[in-house]
């Protein structure tokens, strides 16, 4: 083990130690206090960033999230991030240090959250403060390594009115669409992630949209209850 990687370890437990809430000032005060003078200045700063990623905001997702064209992060593996931005499912080069940074992450998301996130509550579906929704599955459900989904809800809407200026509806579709929502009638409102597909409103709507496919696997549940 590295100098700086056991400074990063020795920080890690003295912030878990104090119970206090963690922020960038912390990891800060922490770090200058468990180098005690004996690092050099730039390996301080390589692990004070690298602790401040890992557990202050979204880590190394916290770019992607602060990016105002995206509304996806999706992450399946240690060097598995996905980001959709218009509607555009891209891999990015964002990087774990390994499975482990991922599932840490996770469940540290889901406790900013008010869930747990452990083996024997191993899936999570709630909204994190700044409008982001998260789903996070550990493995060994989700094969391999935790997947975590990061869905990020921008304040957008259109009426029919601008959707028809710009072109994205026809004059006859705009008056079909006002002649069904006047007579009460069943739709389906289909579209990819990030489409503007969601309707909001007080009426029973159904939602269909394009995921990101995840290799999940079952086992059958012991006489302990465990499974």
């Known amino acids: 083990m590295s100098t700086a990687t056991a400074l990063v370890d020795r920080v890690r437990h003295r912030l878990a130690s104090t119970g206090a809430p963690v922020s960038h000032s912390a990891v800060a005060a922490a770090v200058r206090a468990e180098s005690d003078g004996v690092l050099g200045d730039l390996q301080v700063l390589a692990a004070l960033r ?51 940074a991922v599932r840490r992450l996770a469940q ?4 900013t959250a008010g869930r747990r996130l452990d083996d024997a509550s191993p899936f999570v579906d709630a909204p994190l403060p700044g409008g982001v ?53 069943a739709f389906l409102v289909v579209g990819g992630t990030g489409s503007g597909n969601h309707v909001p409103s007080l009426e029973t709507h159904l939602l269909c949209t394009r995921i990101h496919p995840l290799n999940l696997r079952s086992s059958v549940v012991s006489g302990l209850g465990r499974g």
Do not use: Y
């Open 50 to 100: 690298e602790l401040q990623q890992e557990l202050v905001g979204a880590g190394p997702l916290e770019p992607l999230l602060a990016d105002p064209e995206t509304t996806d992060v999706l992450v399946s593996g240690p060097d598995q991030v996905w980001v959709e931005q218009r509607g555009e499912l891209r891999r990015t080069g964002v990087r774990f240090a390994d499975p482990e």
């Open 108 to 111: 540290r998301l889901a406790l």
């Open 133 to 185: 929704r998260l789903h996070a599955v550990l493995a060994p459900i989700a094969t391999g390594c935790t997947c975590i989904s990061l869905r990020i809800l921008r304040p957008a809407s259109q009426g029919l009115d601008a959707l028809q200026q710009t072109g994205s509806v026809s004059a006859e579709a705009g008056a079909l669409l006002r002649a069904i929502v006047a007579a009460r009638l």
